[in-house]
């Protein structure tokens, strides 16, 4: 089963959540693919081209889940473009928003985004429901 981690991946903090959460997955059992680990940054326009092909065509490419972070005063331009993607795929996803309360951040999340997915608070959540979403999928074999 392949997940595909999306979030804000411009400084290394944003990359470093990113990554600890491919390390639960990975822990879990999950394939993973995490954009700046796979693909690499948008160093300059000429980038572009590249970065969609590689996030999209690769990234996408026989996801089942997709795990999101939320956090910040606003979700990233790109994280919400694959949230919504996804959505219209049919790929479940699960947000995690760890920085305040999901009903005290309506005002920074689109109310769209709250209620296309699971959103979780803490890491320790993410566990519960990568792992319940696992087990949802071996029985539907």
């Keep these: 089963m392949k997940v595909y981690i999306a979030g804000k991946i411009r400084t290394e903090s944003e990359q470093e959540q990113l990554e600890e959460i491919e390390r639960l997955c990975t822990s879990l059992g999950f394939e993973t ?3 700046h680990r796979d693909v690499g940054l ?3 326009i000429n980038d ?3 970065i969609f092909e590689g996030d999209i065509g690769q990234g996408f490419n026989e996801v089942d889940l997709v795990v ?3 956090d910040g005063l606003h979700v990233g331009a790109g994280t919400a473009w694959e949230l919504g993607y ?3 795929k049919g790929i479940p996803a699960i947000g995690i ?3 305040e309360p999901v009903l005290e951040a309506l ?3 689109s109310a769209i985004l709250i209620a296309s997915m699971k959103i979780v608070s803490s890491v320790e959540e993410l566990r519960v429901e990568l792992i319940g979403f696992k087990e ?3 029985e539907g074999l």
């Design 42 to 44: 948008a160093e300059s």
């Design 68 to 70: 999101a972070v939320l």
């Design 48 to 50: 572009i081209q590249r």
């Design 33 to 35: 693919f995490l954009p």
């Design 136 to 138: 949802q999928a071996k």
């Design 97 to 99: 928003k760890t920085d």
């Design 86 to 88: 996804a959505y219209a």
């Design 107 to 109: 005002e920074y999340l």
